[in-house]
Structures are given as C-alpha cells and as structure tokens.
C-alpha cells in the first residue's frame, strides 16, 4: 500500500507504480497448508474438487468454514480458484451450450456483430446479456444451469446475498489473438486519467464491487488459450494505473501462467486480478466460456430518480449560464448531480463499447450538447436514443 508520513495515500498516480513493488508482492508461493479444503496448488493457482467441496458444506458450519477459505484465497492469497467438476452434469452444461450456440447463429444471420472491449468486432463470437438472452429462450435450461450450488457458494462467499448475475458468452475461434493485460470491471474500464480520479479507498473498495468468473463449455487445453492469470496481482494497490504501462505488460507476458480445463471447470477470481484472454493456436477448438460478472447488491443509489427527466429540465439553464461566460466547474457540478455519470448497467448489443471500455454515459452527452451548443430539442433526443439503447 502506498503510504506517507501521516499514513495511507489519498490519491494514486502512475508515479505509485512500481515494478519492484509489485513483484515483491507476486513472487510468492501459494501456501498448501493455509487452504485445507484445496485439493492442489498448481502453479500457484487454488484448485478444489467440486464433489469433495459439496461433502464438506452439507452443514452450516462447514459452509461458513469453505466460504471463508475462498475469501481469504480471493482477497489475500493467489486471487483465483478453479472448481474442477462445478458442473458435473454434462447434460445440464450441453443444454446451455446449445442455446448459446443458437443465439449465436441468430446473431450471425441477423447481420448484428457483437463489440467486444478487447478484440475487433466479428473477430470472435460474443453475446452480451447471455442471461437474460439464455433465460427467455429456455427456462428450464436456465434454471437448471443457475441452479448450480458453487456459482452460489463463491458468490454469497465473495459478495454477501442479494447478489446479481450477469453473463456474457465469449467464444473464442482458432486463431483468435490474446487479450492484452488488464483488469475488471468497475475501475478496470476506466481510462488512467478518470481511475486516478477516484481516492485511493475507492481502488481498495472496487474489487469488493465484483466477482468475476467463468465456466468452460469445451475442454480448454493450453493451446486454445484459456485465461492467463497472475496469481497475487490482485493486491497491488495501484494496479488499476499499472496494467496500462508498458513495463508491467512485458512483466505479465513473461510470468503469467495458463491452465487446462475441462468442460464443466469453472474458475473464479478477484476483478483485480491482472488477466487475458489466451491466444487460440489450435486448428479446431472453438474456446466457449460463459464468463460471469456476479456484483455486489450495495452498487445502487437509494433512491430511483428519473435523471433523463431532469437532465432536460435543467439543460437550458447549463446553456443560459454557459453563455453568460460561468466556469466549466460549476457546469460540471450541475451535471454530475442531474445527469446519470455512469455507462453501466446498460444494453451492450445496441450500446457497445467499440472504441474504449466503456460506452458515453448520460453525462457525457449533457456535456457534449453544452459544449456544442445543442439545442433543447437536440439534447432531448439524444438523450433519449441513449435511453433506448441502454434498454434490454
């Protein structure tokens, strides 16, 4: 953690980052002993056998015991685990491989190619909101799929109850290229500039936010370039500035590790993390993953406030004051009290975010129409085509 004389550092910058740092906190061994319900340890990585993790959290107290492992595995140890055997009905991961594969094809056939943050439009094949896509297609696969106890004992675990799943189905075809490193969702897709606007509990609090997984609908050896991982990364406190700067890239590539898994693996790690998808050498492994995004029930106002309504309303005075010469400051706190400041939750096949990480917010459209100087009809139709296309 960064410090000064007085304790903890209020702000970061990419001036906190540093590689020696970080590998004192990556160069490390995974302890066997401190995870007692680990079957392995492999290349620093946690690996549980599922069917011997469904014995021991038959009682409360076993639950309890196996949940506060992975907590302490995801936040103070290697920052991953894998379930070997999460779904060990083939049948139930078959179905739910199916209907992907259809809502793909129709994606296909509709002539809709799906964004990605990462790779190229069409260069592999993404549906967006998978849950609520799979859901309405086929209930009972959906429910038997969902219904799958360790997604529920590492998300209550990691989040607490009142969590919320969503889904994002990523296949990804031979040939496909790697991902660069990086880091989740919600400080991982943001810009250095606007990361290193938020305080330094803020970059501590954000991995708390999230739970992010994946479940293998293939056999994933090396070669079809499953997920690379560095274990301990989750902890570097200006990690969310690092990812981006070219030492720590070359450090990534040149340590990561990568591992095999079967269909019905899952794996679950801190958003934190330093992560990429792999390369896909292989000739005929079509990689499909359903990766999971759990989040925290505490991400949401108290209150719902229609912000398009009040946007609108208080454009006109952001346009009257902005031409009596007032200062881009107090624009800007107007806006950030009327107007929605965040792209997320939003609908990634109409709204994605081809370009950067994240699509314009609400925000981000007031303030364009007041530098711009929109009319008041002008705003409020951009506003809302936005509002449709934040819609599922």
């Known amino acids: 953690m960064s410090s000064t004389l007085s304790g903890p550092r209020t702000w970061l910058t990419v001036h906190d980052c540093d590689l020696d740092g970080f590998r004192a906190l990556v160069e490390r061994d995974t302890d066997p002993a401190a995870y007692?319900?680990?079957?392995?340890?492999?290349?620093?990585?946690?690996?549980?056998?599922?069917?011997?993790?469904?014995?021991?959290?038959?009682?409360?107290?076993?639950?309890?015991?196996?949940?506060?492992?992975?907590?302490?595995?995801?936040?103070?140890?290697?920052?991953?685990?894998?379930?070997?055997?999460?779904?060990?009905?083939?049948?139930?991961?078959?179905?739910?491989?199916?209907?992907f594969?259809?809502?793909?094809?129709?994606?296909?056939?509709?002539?809709?190619?799906?964004?990605?943050?990462?790779?190229k439009p069409g260069a592999n094949d993404r549906v967006w909101n998978a849950l609520e896509k799979a859901g309405l297609r086929d209930p009972e696969a959906f429910a038997d799929y969902y219904a799958n106890d360790?997604?529920?004992?590492?998300?209550?675990?990691?989040?607490?109850?009142?969590?919320?799943?969503?889904?994002?189905?990523?296949?990804?075809?031979?040939?496909?290229?790697?991902?660069?490193?990086?880091?989740?969702?919600?400080?991982?897709?943001?810009?250095?500039?606007?990361?290193?606007?938020?305080?330094?509990?803020?970059?501590r609090l954000s991995p708390a936010l999230t739970l992010q997984g994946a479940v293998a609908h293939c056999d994933m050896p090396v070669e079809s370039g499953p997920t690379m991982y560095l274990p301990h990364s989750q902890k570097y406190e200006p990690g969310y500035l690092a990812w981006r700067l070219p030492e720590f890239h070359e450090y990534?590539?040149?340590?990561?590790?990568?591992?095999?898994?079967?269909?019905?693996?899952?794996?679950?790690?801190?958003?934190?993390?330093?992560?990429?998808?792999?390369?896909?050498?292989?000739?005929?492994?079509?990689?499909?993953?359903?990766?999971?995004?759990?989040?925290?029930?505490?991400?949401?106002?108290?209150?719902?406030?229609?912000?398009?309504?009040?946007?609108?309303?208080v454009y006109p005075v952001l346009l009257a004051r902005a031409a009596a010469g007032v200062g881009w400051e107090w624009l800007e706190a107007v806006v950030a009290a009327s107007a929605e400041g965040y792209a997320f939750p939003t609908d990634l096949d109409s709204d994605p975010p081809v370009g950067g990480l994240a699509p314009a917010s609400q925000a981000d459209v007031v303030r364009r129409g007041v530098r711009e100087g929109w009319g008041v009809g002008r705003l409020r139709d951009a506003l809302r085509e936005a509002g449709e296309r934040r819609s599922s």
């Open 36 to 99: 007692p319900y680990a079957a392995a340890v492999e290349r620093n990585v946690l690996l549980y056998d599922g069917e011997s993790l469904r014995a021991e959290v038959r009682t409360a107290e076993g639950r309890r015991n196996v949940q506060t492992e992975l907590v302490r595995a995801l936040a103070e140890g290697p920052g991953i685990v894998v379930f070997k055997g999460a779904f060990p009905d083939r049948g139930v991961l078959d179905r739910m491989t199916g209907v």
């Open 150 to 203: 360790l997604l529920a004992l590492v998300s209550a675990a990691w989040l607490g109850p009142g969590y919320q799943v969503t889904s994002q189905v990523n296949v990804v075809n031979p040939g496909g290229a790697a991902q660069t490193v990086h880091r989740d969702y919600h400080l991982g897709f943001l810009s250095n500039e606007a990361a290193a606007g938020y305080p330094a509990h803020v970059h």
């Open 101 to 119: 594969d259809a809502l793909i094809a129709e994606q296909r056939a509709s002539g809709n190619v799906a964004g990605d943050h990462f790779a």
């Open 252 to 313: 990534f590539e040149a340590h990561q590790v990568q591992l095999p898994l079967a269909a019905g693996d899952a794996v679950f790690f801190n958003p934190a993390l330093f992560h990429a998808a792999g390369r896909n050498t292989s000739a005929d492994i079509r990689r499909t993953a359903n990766l999971l995004q759990v989040s925290s029930a505490f991400g949401r106002a108290m209150e719902g406030v229609d912000r398009e309504a009040l946007s609108n309303a």
